[in-house]
């Protein structure tokens, strides 16, 4: 029926409207900068621990290729260097005794596997005589609150030695060359002692919550002296997810898109128009019929 | 204007005006009365209805548009900051007990100079973030910079109305240097490794504030996306960095 026209362009443009406005919201940009790509590391330091043995350099190798990554000259007994960042893989690490050129054959070598996020030592270990590269696993984590510690003995003079936090034993009549694993402990100032059979020592160790340790027993001419190490520290409290630190005073924010708003007007308009025209047509008509039927 | 070309208006109730006699001739053209039910049959008169309505709310809906719409203001170029002078914190400590607490950070390549106020958790278990966007803040929590683990400063991107203390966080590139003065007046010097971007629904916590066994910093401020309806940036800006030996 004639009436219905309007109604039928109505729908049509909405529909026409609808569509717009879809496509519109389909293409709103989200791109967003992809993070850079960032290569996968671990961490390794080395040690010299073996008392009769004279200084080294140590070499670090990716393993395939025969250009050293890292030296480090001279290391002598009771060194331990600080953690080195390197690309996750396999590497050798080997010793020469200190000055000797870098293509000579290595006295000692061994290998490693670093994978991401997780820390190494290779030390140097056991008499001269039957010195070896100790690759151990070390930990990042702590129990919550707790501090974790373990000791290396590296005394040649006193064979087998004891090791208390306090009244807690961290290690019981530890061999030469040894490692114990790590014991959680309460965080806090500690009294570590650590006594062989005719010789002992004491320090006081601070080892905060969240912290892991090494406690390394080494020969000092003549008597036992403690080297401790922060192998690793963490936060007391891991915040959760992300922060909220921005409110958007620098970000841009296109208003909405005018188009849909300006279809909307523009099609009502044509609608009131349309209908505003049948209206004053119809009404012609009826005056017309009016004044003939007079 | 379609509502006023109408025909003529009746002035009582239809009973009335049917009793009143009037010519047969003349009430067969009148119209049906304005009401709802009559103006069903009248087609034309509601299509004039909502196109009227619809042009109305069209211009009312650009106007809401335009307005929404926000442009921040314009930033100048970075303000020159030297590289504080004192003595830096070396060798790269092997206990924790090696750093005293931070009082100041510096980043010359991004012109950042700033107080370290001191931030918590909050109850919800997030990081406290600093209470004005012109200063950066410590999380107490975390190592302190130069000892050994990660310790992590924190800053606002922006304020509602222009840039805040790491505006320009994202621009830095690796090896750029970054500054931590301490109480006792010694430097941690740290050197930056990598800039990432996660969104907050991935953020690698453990990754970001868990333990490390060297002295690293992390700087965390907005980036992304910037939500108007929660009034929150979807992602974050994290910025490594290791002491520098």
Redesign the interface.
């Known amino acids: 029926m004639n ?2 026209a ?2 039928r362009r ?1 729908l049509r443009l909405l529909g026409a409207c609808a569509l717009l406005t879809g496509w519109l919201a389909a293409a709103a940009p989200a791109a ?2 992809s ?2 790509t ?1 290569q996968a590391t671990g ?1 390794l ?1 080395l040690a010299h621990l073996s008392p009769n043995t004279p200084p080294v350099d140590v070499y670090l190798y990716s393993v395939g290729n025969s250009n050293a990554m890292v030296v480090v000259h001279h290391v002598a007994y009771g060194t ?1 260097s ?2 080195q ?1 390197v690309p996750v893989g396999d590497y050798t690490v080997a010793m020469r005794g200190a000055g000797k050129p870098s293509s000579s054959p290595p006295v000692l070598s061994t290998t490693v596997k670093i994978q991401a ?1 997780h ?1 190494y030592t290779v030390a140097g270990v056991g008499p001269a005589a039957g010195l070896r590269l100790a690759v151990l696993n ?1 930990t ?3 129990p919550k609150g707790r501090s974790l510690v373990r000791v290396i003995q590296a005394s040649l003079k006193e064979k087998k030695v004891t090791v208390m936090d306090g009244s807690k034993a961290l290690a019981s009549n530890l061999a030469f060359g040894s490692v114990t694993s790590y014991v959680s402990v309460a965080p806090g100032t500690a009294d570590i002692k650590a006594a062989g059979g005719t010789m002992s020592t004491s320090k006081s160790v ?1 080892l ?1 919550a ?3 340790h090494t406690i390394v027993v080494l020969d000092d001419p003549g008597h036992l002296t403690i080297d ?31 188009l ?17 025209t ?3 047509g ?2 012609r008509s ?1 005056k017309a ?2 004044s003939h ?2 | 204007m379609g509502l006023t070309s109408r025909g003529p208006r009746p002035s009582g109730p239809r009973l009335a005006d049917a009793g009143a006699g009037t010519a047969p001739a003349r009430r067969k053209h009148r119209r049906p009365h304005l009401s709802l039910l009559a103006l069903v049959g009248r087609p034309a008169v509601v299509a004039a209805g909502i196109g009227v309505v619809l042009a109305g709310s069209g211009v009312a809906g650009l106007l809401m548009a335009s307005h929404r719409g926000y442009t921040p203001p314009r930033v100048g170029p970075v303000k020159p900051v030297l590289a504080p002078a004192g003595r830096p914190q070396t060798p790269v400590p092997q206990t924790s007990a090696h750093a005293s607490a931070p009082v100041s950070l510096t980043i010359p390549s991004i012109g950042v100079r700033s107080r370290l106020v001191r931030l918590g958790i909050t109850k919800s278990g997030a990081l406290q973030v600093p209470a004005t966007t012109t200063v950066a803040g410590w999380y107490t929590g975390s190592p302190r910079p130069g000892a050994i683990g990660s310790s992590v400063i924190v800053g606002h991107v922006d304020s509602s109305t222009g840039p805040g203390i790491f505006y320009r966080l994202h621009l830095l590139h690796p090896s750029n240097l970054i500054y931590v003065r301490q109480k006792d007046g010694r430097l941690a010097v740290f050197r930056v490794n990598s800039v990432h971007q996660y969104t907050k629904r991935g953020f690698p916590t453990v990754k970001v504030y868990g333990p490390a066994p060297t002295p690293q910093l992390r700087l965390i401020t907005c980036g992304g996306t910037f939500d108007v309806q929660t009034g929150h940036y979807l992602s974050n800006i994290v910025v490594y960095a290791t002491m520098a030996s």
């Open positions: 009436h219905q309007p109604v109505v967003l900068a993070p850079a960032h961490y330091r331990v600080t953690y960042t996020g820390a070390d990042l984590t702590t601070g905060p969240d912290t892991t401790p190490l922060t192998d690793a520290a963490g936060s007391n409290l891991l915040p959760s997810g992300g922060t909220a630190t921005g409110f958007g005073g620098m970000a841009p924010r296109p208003g909405s898109s005018p849909p708003w300006a279809a909307a007007t523009a099609f009502g308009a044509l609608v009131a128009v349309a209908a505003a049948r209206l004053r119809r009404r009826w019929r009016g039927a007079r």
